[in-house]
């Protein structure tokens, strides 16, 4: 099963930036999407940002124009560059990719990081 591995929380000031790494461990088909979500204690998780199947970028409204997400799927990586960090902006974050397990696969499959742990705080 492959897994992917998230890099790069870590606690940071008001303002501060820092960059997340997810690295699938092995190949996804057709990788299609690629996303990075947060939870906050107490809440929900909420979509940060996306890339579709076209490779449009959509962004949550609370982060637009503070991060940037790039990815390349065709090695299986994707970044939340996150500049301007509000204490808001703590959460655990996980990265999402969509694609197939198999060239046979007859259904996408959903696969999920462990989650990385971004706190903003003086």
């Known amino acids: 099963q492959v897994q992917l591995v998230e890099s790069g929380g870590g606690l940071v000031q008001p303002g501060g930036s820092l960059r997340l790494s997810c690295v699938a461990s092995?190949?996804?088909?057709?990788?299609?999407?690629m996303a990075w979500y947060r939870q906050a204690p107490g809440k929900e998780r909420e979509l940060v940002a996306a890339?579709?199947?076209?490779?449009?970028?959509k962004y949550a409204d609370s982060v637009r124009g503070r991060f940037t997400i790039s990815g390349d799927k065709g090695k299986g990586a994707t970044f939340l560059q996150m500049n301007s960090l509000k204490p808001e902006d703590s959460a655990v974050y996980y990265c999402n990719f969509e694609g197939y397990s198999s060239d046979r696969a007859l259904y996408p499959s959903d696969y999920w990081g462990q989650g990385t742990e971004v706190t903003v705080s003086s």
């Open positions: 890339i579709s199947s076209a490779n449009a970028i």
């Open positions: 092995g190949t996804i088909y057709n990788l299609y999407g």
